[in-house]
């Protein structure tokens, strides 16, 4: 079984930075592609980041230059970390696992308000 916490949410100012946290803990994890999602407040769930196990990423164009995902596979970690935050990225964020089944988190609220 694969067990996935956030940590890391909370309100921010406009401009400000968060870094988020992904613990995953579970057979396989250290080789899965981990993803962040979010969804805000009645908008569909969207794809933020990912990172494969080597280490490949891919950002979602709304906040590419500004979010920078990153892994560690010794401590089955992977983080985001959110600089120049805007009001709409408002959401829960949530860690994704990717094995032969997807393993949610719970989610982690940002609020970006001034």
């Known amino acids: 079984q694969v067990q996935v916490v956030e940590s890391g949410g909370g309100l921010v100012q406009p401009g400000g930075s968060l870094r988020l946290s992904c613990a995953a803990s579970?057979?396989?994890?250290?080789?899965?592609?981990m993803e962040w999602y979010r969804q805000a407040p009645g908008k569909r769930r969207e794809v933020v980041a990912s990172?494969?196990?080597?280490?490949?990423?891919d950002t979602a164009d709304s906040v590419k230059g500004r979010f920078t995902i990153s892994r560690d596979n010794t401590k089955n970690m992977v983080y985001l970390q959110m600089n120049s935050l805007k009001p709409e990225d408002t959401a829960v964020y949530y860690c994704?696992?990717?094995?032969?089944?997807?393993?949610w988190g719970k989610g982690t609220l940002v609020t970006v308000s001034s």
């Open positions: 990172i494969t196990s080597g280490g490949s990423t």
């Open positions: 994704k696992v990717v094995l032969i089944r997807d393993y």
């Open positions: 579970g057979s396989g994890v250290s080789i899965s592609v």
